[in-house]
Every structure is written in C-alpha cells, then in structure tokens.
Nanobody
Framework: VQLQASGGGLVQAGGSLRLSCAAS????????MRWYRQAPGKERDLVAS???????NYAGSVKGRFTISRDNVWRKVDLQMNSLNPEDTAVYYC?????????WGKGTLVTVSS
C-alpha cells in the first residue's frame, strides 16, 4: 500500500492550497480516508476524515475552512484548504486503516506566512 501526498507549499495568510493523496495497492473505495497534520514540536492531529460513502468530519479548528473529498475512480483524497493562517503550518499526512494495518503517506509540508 502506498499513499503519496502532494500539493503542499508556501502560502500567505488568507490564501488557499489543495492537497491530494493518491492511493495504490488497496481497493480504495472500501476504506475511510483521513488527513492528519503535525506542527513543529506538537503531536500529530486528525484534521479531516471521509468515509466510504462520503460522510465527512472535521477538527474544530478547520471546520468551515477545509473540505475533504474523495475520487474513487482516480483513487485519491483531496483536502481543499481556504483562509489559511499561520497556525495551519504543519506537515500534512494522509492515512487509512486497511486490511488490519494503519498506513501513512510521507507527508507534504504546508507553510503559511503572516
């Protein structure tokens, strides 16, 4: 199983970024998908999740600003991030629990400048 995240970068406060995570090695449509993030010196926290049937859930700090979506044809999960602020600076990871194991992508760095 491979999860390849992309789309990170440097953006000014108030800007937007779209992250994408491409999955391979699993029957993608059968598994819930999640985005986590880890800021410097902090624990890795759940940002957003999406179930196999498209139900979504968000951390309170990103609700109304971030949108998670999935494309079962292209086997990817995206995270649209709007109204970014410096507190959103972190490495973002995609994640799934499949076949009894937890899988992590390598992460993509998002830096929001003030």
């Amino acid at each position: 199983v491979q999860l390849q995240a992309s789309g990170g970068g440097l953006v000014q406060a108030g800007g937007s970024l779209r992250l994408s995570c491409a999955a391979s090695g699993i029957n993608f449509r059968l598994y819930d998908m999640r985005w986590y993030r880890q800021a410097p010196g902090k624990e890795r926290d759940l940002v957003a999740s999406i179930t196999t049937d498209g139900r979504t859930n968000y951390a309170g700090s990103v609700k109304g600003r971030f949108t998670i979506s999935r494309d079962n044809v292209w086997r990817k999960v995206d995270l649209q991030m709007n109204s970014l602020n410096p507190e959103d600076t972190a490495v973002y990871y995609c994640n799934t629990f499949a076949r009894g194991e937890i899988f992590w992508g390598k992460g993509t760095l998002v830096t929001v400048s003030s």
